[in-house]
């Protein structure tokens, strides 16, 4: 059923509003296409090619197990297409969720003049993707986010991002994502949503298992917010490649202290090759790999079904 009243709870998908019981099993932290190379005194090649038939077969075996949702975090600067969003989510069958705002420092496109607006005039563009849409296509975002920084502190330019997703977030309800890698700057980011009067209980600090310090995880949900371990599955570093049983362990110490409500997982497919035609894992890993590691380590289906259909629901659900 398809709701049709702003008052009415309900999430934003690229195709319309739905009730959050059609959500299920939602991957939080996905792209299904971005370009991260192009900026200066960047040579990786680092991207995920916007091509439709292949992404289209890599969703298609999340469907095949089990999976109904995906959270495209792809921000302007970095390839955001609602419409390509839109023709994906009909060629597969799945809900898809569209990001809002600006990504880190060295990805705001020049056009958005970030720093020479007032934080407000900010606010009030997360606001109107929110409640009119994206430019002239109507399709309206789901959530704030990817909203990130560049490096283990924020820059001047990325705070005021942050504040003006905090103040968005406050007028719209909608949920708030992020890009926090290899330190603990998720806790300064959680620090200027905080004095913002953000809700910190519909905040994710994202990339959570690049930093694999259980003592970071704590420090996350102790102020309210949710953890996100969304690199799994990567192959890129060598932590990545060694290092998701510490993952498990960190997960089964916050199960353990009570946290299972403020958990999600994700995988973060923004390069070719993490996509299974290519040797990748593609957005399957959580159900080939990782979910069968956490029942090895004696987590059970419902703490489970939580982690990925109900925290899912809870922060993407809107009213």
Partial sequence: M????????????????????ELGWTLPHEHTAIALWHIANRWDYWE??????????????????????????????VGRDPEWLARISRATGLNVVMGGGWYRDAYYPVETLIDRRPVDDLADELVREATVGVGETGIR???????????????????????????????????????????????????????????LSRVVVGHADSNPSPTYHEAIVERGATVEFD??????????????????????????????????????????????????NGYVHLAETFLPQLRAAG?????????????????????
């Fill in 48 to 77: 995920l090619r916007r091509d439709e038939p292949v992404i289209v077969e890599e969703l298609g075996k999340f469907a095949a197990a089990g999976g109904s949702s995906v959270v495209d975090l792809t921000l302007p600067g």
């Fill in 299 to 319: 987590v059970g289906e419902e703490e489970i079904r939580t982690m990925t259909v109900d925290n899912p629901r809870r922060l993407l659900t809107i009213g």
């Fill in 141 to 199: 975002i789901g959530i704030i986010g990817e909203i990130g920084t560049d490096k283990p502190w924020l820059s001047a330019r990325e705070e005021r991002v942050h504040r003006a997703a905090a103040r968005a977030a406050r007028r719209t309800g909608l949920s708030i994502t992020t890009h926090a890698v290899q330190s603990t700057v998720g806790l300064d980011q959680l620090t200027v949503f905080e004095e913002e009067g953000a809700d």
């Fill in 231 to 280: 690199f799994l599955g990567m192959s890129f570093t060598p932590l990545e490649r060694h290092g998701e049983g510490r993952i498990v362990e960190s997960i089964c110490d916050l199960l353990a202290r009570g946290r299972v409500g403020q958990i999600l997982l994700s995988q973060d497919v923004c390069h070719d090759s993490q996509l299974t035609r290519y040797g990748g």
């Fill in 2 to 21: 398809t709701a049709d009243s702003t008052t009415q709870p309900a999430v934003e998908t690229v195709l319309g509003r739905i009730d959050p019981a």
